[in-house]
């Protein structure tokens, strides 16, 4: 298995549109639906609060504390089926370790990611994100964040694999866009190395 490798302005993204085969993407789908203990967090916007638009779940080593939306997470521990996917994904990738996974569930097109990036303190420098998808095919954004002209539009498919690294999250944004015409969920996990 091979990633198609994108060299973008000041940043760098990998692409396996077949990480996973249709059966296991069945199979991880249905398991982590319903044995994640999935939450739907809330979070405050300039003193107001809302309820995230999705679900989220936060597994990974006990030390794995991060700070995410204004507050600290820690993590659950990592469960079989996370780990298995956590080994088989370091094995692609020379060097990588990860020690936490951020799960997202879309429970369809109405759930939706704004514009951020993965540039936290904890993940350090030029943090390399691993990012596999399941259930529903959504769009997934990118725009540079001072040269406002660059922007990219990819399809995150069931089973695809998208590796962020280099200084990507040091210079673009990337989000999840509503798709009101989806109506199945999607399940993101993002394997990260918080330091
Ligand atoms: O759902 C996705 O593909 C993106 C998730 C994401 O941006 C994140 O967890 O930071």
Redesign the pocket.
């Known amino acids: 298995m091979l990633f198609e490798k994108h060299f973008i302005q000041d940043g760098e993204y990998w692409f396996m549109p077949n990480f996973l085969s249709e059966d296991q993407v069945i199979q991880h789908e249905s398991l982590l639906l319903n044995t994640i203990e999935w939450k739907q967090e809330e979070v405050y916007v300039f003193g107001k609060k809302y309820k995230e638009p999705r679900k989220t779940a936060w597994y990974g080593d006990e030390e794995c504390i991060y700070s995410y939306a204004g507050k600290t997470n820690h993590p659950k521990p990592w469960t079989e089926a996370l780990l298995q996917l956590k080994t088989n994904i370091e094995a692609l990738i020379p060097g990588a370790s990860f020690n936490s996974v ?1 799960l ?1 569930q ?1 429970r369809d097109g109405n759930d939706k ?1 704004g514009w ?1 990036s ?1 540039n936290e303190k904890e993940l350090g420098k030029n943090p390399l994100i691993a ?1 596999l ?1 399941l259930g529903a095919t ?1 769009f ?1 954004d990118l725009k540079h964040k001072r040269l406002k002209s660059l922007k990219k539009r990819l399809e ?1 498919p069931a089973g695809s694999l998208l590796i962020m690294c280099g200084s990507t999250q040091e210079n673009w944004l ?1 989000q ?1 866009p509503q798709q009101k015409t989806v109506k199945e969920p999607r399940i ?1 996990l ?1 394997f990260r190395r918080v330091i």
């Open positions: 951020l997202n879309y990611m951020h993965d990012s998808s959504r997934f995150l990337h999840i993101n993002t």
